[in-house]
């Protein structure tokens, strides 16, 4: 198992800034991809940037420019600084963690974009 906590999330103006942090433990080992997806409410839940463990990125259109992920391996966190928000951002942001053939899910932090 793999246990994912997520840091970061708050109110902030449009065109600020936040960063999260999901720090994985547990079955760490052999975790391919790391990621970050969003819900906002009456939506489904979307990608909004993930990085596999070669570092290689991808990002959804609505991010590119503007949201920049990054990985620390030796402390096993995945972050994501998001810059320009804009109240669109607005959802709730979860971590995901692809190991093995089984995808991992942290508890969710809420981001509120205002305008």
């Known amino acids: 198992q793999v246990q994912l906590v997520e840091s970061g999330g708050g109110l902030v103006q449009a065109g600020g800034s936040l960063r999260l942090s999901c720090a994985a433990s547990?079955?760490?080992?052999?975790?391919?991809?790391m990621g970050w997806y969003r819900q906002a409410p009456g939506k489904q839940r979307e990608l909004v940037a993930r990085i596999s463990r070669d570092g290689s990125t991808n990002y959804a259109d609505s991010g590119k420019g503007r949201f920049t992920i990054s990985r620390d391996a030796a402390k096993n966190t995945v972050y994501l600084q998001m810059n320009s928000l804009k109240p669109e951002d607005t959802a709730v942001y979860y971590c995901?963690?692809?190991?093995?053939?089984?995808?991992?899910w942290g508890q969710g932090t809420q981001v509120t974009v205002s305008s």
């Open positions: 547990g079955s760490i080992w052999s975790i391919n991809t």
């Open positions: 995901n963690v692809q190991r093995l053939g089984n995808a991992y």
